[in-house]
């Protein structure tokens, strides 16, 4: 049997009456779309932020697309972002017109290194977008500070950081605004598709709420344009409601297999995911880092264990990008990493047993190299 990176079907073995009971309550009311689950979600989610506003929508590249013309970003507009993200990141930007700029990582962390920040602010830099990448924080403090400064919006993309913090602060609780994924993977993941902003600007939400729904807020009459259909279901939004009570047991399975990993896999030679400082990382994936990473991998598949890459293409150097003009060479840190890294199986149902598994087949496979 295959151990692979991320798998549900234990969860939903445990939770399955649960997350039935709450699919036919939705089956039974009547009512499919922006109803009392979705109304409800929104409610507990913002509250498990303190914050006081979320809109909910159908994924996390539609928060982070709505979440910036919610913000006034568009055609003519640069936002500096990461390479070193999920595409999705970047297709958001480009989606609303504006121009993607990048700043490399960290070396350690891999996460934006906010120190390049003010090289890369010209007169049309509009937005900041720091991604919370691998389940950590960055460090928003001098970001919030460059945004100030110059009047930026900060948007955070959360899709990869339910419940991690940062001293103490929430991801996405820092900026204008915040967009999180539900897509399953992820920390707190949906059975389906789904998305959510929070904020705690009036104007921000009353902006999304339109945007989501054709750009109406009485039924068929359009306020404004752009509209979208851009809805979370009542029936994931059911489901979400369930899993966010469970949301801080996860990370503390996601922790504890962390944990356990660190423990068995050092010594090893393999890079292991770095703590920056303040931060309680949430592992939505472990990255690891190895000079002779395809090797490893191939030799795991062997040994029934699935692996992962996250990412093995910085975005600039794609072919949907190459408009940009963006080459190798040009984020040196972000093109080493992405040499080296990959994921090892990652997700709050992973049993101690598998966790063994993939510990003494990475330990066998290193010494073999
Ligand atoms: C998953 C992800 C997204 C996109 O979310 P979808 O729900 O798949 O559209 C955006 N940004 C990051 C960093 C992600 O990991």
């Not at 929104?42 to 506003?53: N, V």
Request: hydrophobic share 40%; with cysteine; charged share 25%.
């Amino acid at each position: 049997m295959t151990i692979n990176v991320w798998n549900y079907l234990a969860e939903y073995e445990t939770e399955r009456e649960e997350i039935l009971a709450a699919v036919d309550g939705v089956f039974r009311s009547g009512q499919l779309v922006l109803g009392p689950e979705v109304q409800e979600f929104e409610r507990e989610f913002a509250g498990y932020h303190g914050a006081p506003h979320c809109v909910s929508v159908d994924n996390g590249t539609n928060a982070l697309v709505l979440a910036l013309r919610a913000l006034g970003v568009g055609p003519g507009d640069e936002v500096i972002t990461v390479s070193n993200t999920a595409a999705p990141t970047v297709i958001a930007i480009d989606a609303v017109g504006a121009t993607p700029v990048f700043v490399d990582v960290d070396p350690d962390t891999l996460l934006m290194d906010v120190a390049q920040i003010p090289g890369a602010l010209t007169a049309r830099t509009r937005c900041l977008l720091p991604v919370h990448l691998y389940g950590q924080c960055v460090d928003l403090d001098p970001l919030m500070e460059i945004a100030r400064e110059h009047g930026l919006k900060v948007l955070e993309d959360c899709a990869q950081a339910h419940g991690a913090r940062r001293n103490g602060r929430l991801a996405g609780t820092t900026g204008d605004a915040a967009a999180f994924s539900f897509y399953p993977t992820k920390v707190l993941g949906a059975y389906g598709d789904g998305g959510a902003v929070i904020t705690s600007d009036p104007q921000v939400d009353a902006s999304l709420r339109r945007l989501r729904y054709y750009g109406m807020e009485e039924r068929y009459y359009v306020e404004s344009t752009p509209g979208h259909n851009s809805r979370l279901d009542e029936v994931q939004a059911a489901i979400l409601r369930r899993k966010l009570k469970r949301l801080d047991d996860y990370l503390e399975r996601r922790r504890a297999i962390a944990d356990r990993y660190a423990e068995g896999l050092a010594g090893t030679g393999l890079a292991l995911p770095p703590l920056a400082p303040g931060n309680d990382h949430v592992y939505y994936v472990y990255v690891v880092r190895h000079p002779e990473r395809d090797r490893v991998i191939e030799a795991m598949g062997e040994r029934g264990v699935s692996l992962n890459i996250s990412y093995r293409w910085p975005v600039h150097t794609m072919k949907g990008f190459a408009h940009l003009g963006l080459g190798p060479g040009a984020l040196p840190v972000t093109e080493a990493a992405a040499d080296e890294i990959f994921s090892l199986p990652m997700y709050a149902s992973l049993t101690k047993d598998d966790q063994d598994t993939v510990i003494e087949a990475l330990r066998e496979t290193l010494a073999a190299l």
